[in-house]
């Protein structure tokens, strides 16, 4: 009876204690739940601005499980402190372009010692002898007008200084003013032509403007400072970035596009730089721009591979439909190098336009002159400076008066 007890007890202390066991393993895995770990906050992309879409798109920030809202599940960013959205640089508002020749007018003042005065004050003399007007006829070919134009002009100031017998500084100044317009001519078009017109497709085209010219002239920082002018008489751009072959002209555009909102296609570095242009005009047409330019390479390595490349540029951009521009960009302070590259330039494609850039650094302004004889193109900008509006249309009044003072 006394073992029937004890196995008893036995018994029960054995199935408390299993029991027991049990209960203690199932607490074990009832762990309390973690404290909740604060969600990560991933900020919403900053507000964009205007044209700031024109941007690559943005690659969607990645996300962990955590930081995905479920359905319903309240905001996660209502409690939390919100991080500060990363500053993007506010669009710059380039300057109106009318009347930008006269507010850099005093940049020409190299040519205007040079020209302008050096002009006046030999007319000036009381004796205007052969040894006079042969300084004069120097004084415009060292400041790059050319030899032609420069007989030229001394043949006419010759003939109406003599019928105009005695001279006050005024009646001078009105001479020379109306022979260098003469010279430089008020008739020509010397508009940007961006107007949009119809593609190959029967689409609206943008405007199309390729930008050619030596590497160094000041090809990608016009291209720049051109796309600024267009957004301030407020049009919509596309940049192609076709110069692949110098490694950072690429960021260079682009920086300047994104300064005023405009768009940069560009291609891989050294990529083909026709099928970067052809994509600029494609990008241009998806999203109605109103203009696209295009920054081409300029190495004149044979005048053959320079061919190849521009008219290869120009026949593939066409595919959508006309150039409407075609701008050659020469540095005013190459003088006749400038003119060597310009016939070059203009036996590979048809130029439109010339810019004349840095006339800011030299006394040489009468290259104007030379220049619009040598191609028989008019000079439509100049450039005046490294600052971003210091590109200006070229108006002749403008332009002379500056040089003498008017
Ligand atoms: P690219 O190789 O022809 O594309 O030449 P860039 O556009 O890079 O310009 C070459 C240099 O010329 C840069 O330092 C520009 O700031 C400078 N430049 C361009 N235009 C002008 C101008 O009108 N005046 C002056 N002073 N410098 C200019």
Same mark, same amino acid.
Request: aromatic share 2%.
């Given at each position: 009876? !006394?073992?029937?007890?004890?196995?008893?007890?036995?018994?029960?202390?054995? $199935?408390?204690?299993?029991?027991?066991?049990?209960?203690?393993?199932?607490?074990?895995?009832?762990?309390?739940?973690?404290?909740?770990?604060?969600?990560?906050?991933?900020?919403?992309?900053?507000?964009?601005? $205007?044209? !700031?879409?024109? !941007?690559?798109?943005?690659?969607?920030?990645?996300?962990?499980?955590? #930081?995905?809202?479920?359905?319903?599940?309240?905001?996660?960013?209502?409690?939390?402190?919100?991080?500060?959205?990363?500053?993007?640089?506010?669009?710059?508002?380039?300057?109106?372009?009318?009347?930008?020749?006269?507010?850099? @007018?005093?940049?020409?003042? @190299?040519?205007? /010692? /040079?020209?302008?005065?050096?002009?006046? /004050?030999?007319?000036?003399?009381?004796?205007?002898?052969?040894?006079?007007?042969?300084?004069? =006829?120097?004084?415009?070919?060292?400041?790059? $007008?050319?030899?032609?134009? /420069?007989?030229?002009?001394? #043949?006419?100031?010759?003939?109406?200084?003599?019928?105009?017998?005695?001279?006050?500084? #005024?009646?001078?100044?009105?001479?020379?003013?109306?022979?260098?317009?003469?010279?430089? %001519?008020?008739?020509?078009?010397?508009?940007?032509?961006?107007?949009?017109?119809?593609?190959?497709?029967?689409? +609206?085209?943008?405007? &199309?403007?390729?930008?050619?010219?030596?590497? %160094?002239?000041?090809?990608?920082?016009?291209?720049?400072?051109?796309?600024?002018?267009?957004?301030?008489? %407020?049009?919509? &751009?596309?940049?192609?970035?076709?110069?692949?072959?110098?490694?950072?002209?690429?960021?260079?555009?682009?920086?300047?596009?994104?300064?005023?909102?405009?768009?940069?296609?560009?291609?891989?570095?050294?990529?083909?730089?026709?099928?970067?242009?052809?994509?600029?005009?494609? =990008?241009?047409?998806? !999203?109605?721009?109103?203009?696209?330019?295009?920054?081409?390479?300029?190495?004149?390595?044979?005048?053959?591979?320079?061919?190849?490349?521009?008219?290869?540029?120009?026949?593939?951009?066409?595919?959508?439909?006309?150039?409407?521009?075609?701008?050659? &960009?020469?540095?005013?302070?190459? %003088?006749?190098?400038?003119?060597?590259?310009? @016939?070059?330039?203009? +036996? $590979?494609?048809?130029?439109?336009?010339?810019?004349?850039?840095?006339?800011?650094?030299?006394?040489?302004?009468?290259?104007?002159?030379?220049?619009?004889?040598?191609?028989?193109?008019? &000079?439509?900008?100049?450039?005046?400076?490294?600052?971003?509006?210091?590109?200006?249309?070229?108006?002749?009044?403008?332009?002379?008066?500056?040089?003498?003072?008017?």
């Amino acid at each position: 009876m !006394e073992y029937l007890i004890l196995a008893v007890v036995i018994a029960v202390v054995a $199935v408390a204690a299993i029991s027991g066991l049990v209960i203690s393993g199932r607490k074990k895995k009832r762990l309390p739940p973690p404290p909740p770990s604060s969600p990560t906050v991933t900020a919403p992309p900053a507000e964009p601005q $205007v044209g !700031e879409e024109a !941007e690559t798109p943005r690659e969607e920030p990645r996300r962990t499980i955590e #930081e995905v809202d479920l359905p319903g599940a309240p905001a996660a960013t209502a409690e939390a402190p919100a991080p500060e959205a990363p500053e993007v640089p506010p669009l710059e508002v380039p300057e109106p372009t009318a009347g930008r020749l006269v507010r850099l @007018r005093a940049r020409l003042s @190299r040519s205007q /010692t /040079t020209l302008g005065k050096g002009l006046l /004050t030999l007319l000036s003399r009381e004796h205007l002898d052969d040894d006079t007007w042969e300084e004069i =006829e120097d004084t415009l070919l060292t400041a790059d $007008v050319g030899v032609a134009p /420069t007989q030229e002009l001394v #043949e006419r100031l010759r003939e109406r200084v003599k019928v105009l017998g005695t001279r006050t500084p #005024e009646e001078l100044r009105g001479l020379l003013r109306e022979e260098l317009l003469h010279l430089i %001519g008020t008739e020509a078009d010397r508009s940007v032509h961006t107007e949009s017109g119809v593609g190959a497709n029967g689409e +609206e085209k943008p405007g &199309v403007v390729m930008v050619v010219g030596v590497n %160094g002239t000041g090809k990608t920082t016009t291209t720049g400072k051109l796309a600024r002018v267009l957004v301030a008489d %407020g049009k919509s &751009v596309v940049l192609g970035a076709a110069d692949t072959f110098r490694a950072a002209a690429a960021d260079q555009l682009q920086t300047w596009g994104e300064r005023v909102g405009a768009r940069t296609v560009r291609g891989p570095e050294a990529g083909d730089p026709a099928s970067v242009a052809f994509d600029a005009v494609k =990008e241009g047409i998806a !999203e109605s721009a109103d203009v696209v330019l295009i920054d081409t390479a300029g190495r004149l390595h044979t005048k053959t591979g320079l061919m190849d490349e521009l008219g290869k540029v120009k026949r593939v951009v066409e595919k959508h439909g006309a150039v409407d521009e075609v701008l050659l &960009v020469l540095d005013a302070t190459t %003088g006749q190098n400038g003119l060597v590259q310009a @016939r070059v330039f203009a +036996e $590979v494609v048809d130029i439109t336009g010339i810019v004349l850039t840095k006339l800011d650094g030299t006394a040489k302004g009468g290259i104007v002159v030379a220049v619009q004889r040598e191609l028989n193109v008019p &000079v439509k900008l100049v450039g005046l400076g490294e600052g971003a509006d210091d590109l200006a249309p070229f108006e002749p009044e403008a332009f002379v008066d500056a040089l003498i003072g008017g």
